[in-house]
């Protein structure tokens, strides 16, 4: 709950909703404004508990507290996949069985938070690249009931996440069958907005590599040129993570309509390829800031450079809303211009002076 989604939800949950909520993360950086001074109007309705969900022996106790239980612990970035495949699928799959078994023994709900990795690459990417079939939604568009879910070979080790997260679901999907766990899945498809991740060297490691908004939000800072990996070609749909919460707050409302289903949660009207998203970014940037484009705001990097041996990427990600659409009446409101806008805003009041003061600073040696 003290990461970025997590966040967000607590922010919603307290300003909007008479809920009480017991976080537990291993950090709260992100949730800090909504824990300290006690005077806040919420006071007293969210508390927070430093643990590791994979090994304290509070766990139990504060989830036989909870009446629903959401799950939101993962490691979750694309670079930690192929380096640190270990970590990757222990934090995803075992660190994650106990908070299913406590919840399945104690009879308490549990949204679960997997990912829209979990269908891997299109069926339309195995077609000849001139086949007119590309062009058929048949073959591309992601559908919770239907679609397969195809990963690459295991030397990819880029798919440990999406395996890891989809043998979880089915796990939890089981203790739905035969022990009448109740559940929701949620599969996000690229939730963005403040508060996603860290900058390099500001509030996080300086050779670390968050997810795509924060690598480029940290190039347009620091004034150098946007990486795209492997030509940037790989398409995405990207959410506001205001739209989003809004869908999971239905679902935490609607036990009845959001039990025992798996939703996809996106926004299918925000398709982008990476270099595109690149180039909105750049034009965006330049608007809140009043700063110029740089003469070559892009350049190509291959992903073994940049992610390192055993990467893999999702080709195309939309998701079919059919079943969110009809369970929750829910739909993304809005645009990838607005919601850019809003969060390069915020990226910049929040990051421009200390980035000017790292570099003006001489590096320790
Ligand atoms: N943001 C997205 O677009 C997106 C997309 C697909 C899936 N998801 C899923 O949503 C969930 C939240 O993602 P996020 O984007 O907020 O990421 P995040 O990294 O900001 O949040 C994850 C939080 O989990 C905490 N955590 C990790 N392991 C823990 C442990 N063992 N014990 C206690 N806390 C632990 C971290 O400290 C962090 O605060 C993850 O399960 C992720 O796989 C997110
Ligand atoms: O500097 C960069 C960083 C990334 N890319 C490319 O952008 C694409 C998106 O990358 P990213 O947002 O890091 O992650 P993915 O979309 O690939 O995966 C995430 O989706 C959901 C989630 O499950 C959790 O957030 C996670 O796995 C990608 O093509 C990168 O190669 C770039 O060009 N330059």
New binding site residues.
Partial sequence: ???????HLCEKLMSETPHKVLA????ND?IKHLLEPDSLPWAGRIQFHR????H?SRLEGLIKMADLVI???????PADYNTRPLDTIY??FI?ALPVVKYCSENNKRLIH?????VYGKTIGSFLPKDSPLRQDPAYYVLKEDTSPCIFGSIEKQRWS?ACA?QLIERLIYAEGAENGLEFTI???????GP???FIPGIDGPSEGVP?VLACFSNNLLRREPLKLVDGGESQRTF?Y?KD?IEAVLLMIENPDRANGHIFNVGNPNNEVTVRQLAEMMTKVYAKVSGETVLESPTVDVSSKEFYGEGYDDSDKRIPDMTIINKQLGWNPKTSLWDLLESTLTYQHRTYAEAIKKSIAKPSAS
Wanted: charged share 25%.
């Fill in positions: 709950m003290g990461g970025f989604i997590g966040s537990l993360d291993v950090y992100k643990l590791n969900i994979k304290d799950n939101l612990a993962a490691i979750c970035t934090s995803n660190d938070f997997s990912t829209c990795e996440y997260k949620v599969r996000p498809f690229n939730w963005i508060r996603m991740d997810r959410i993570i989003a």
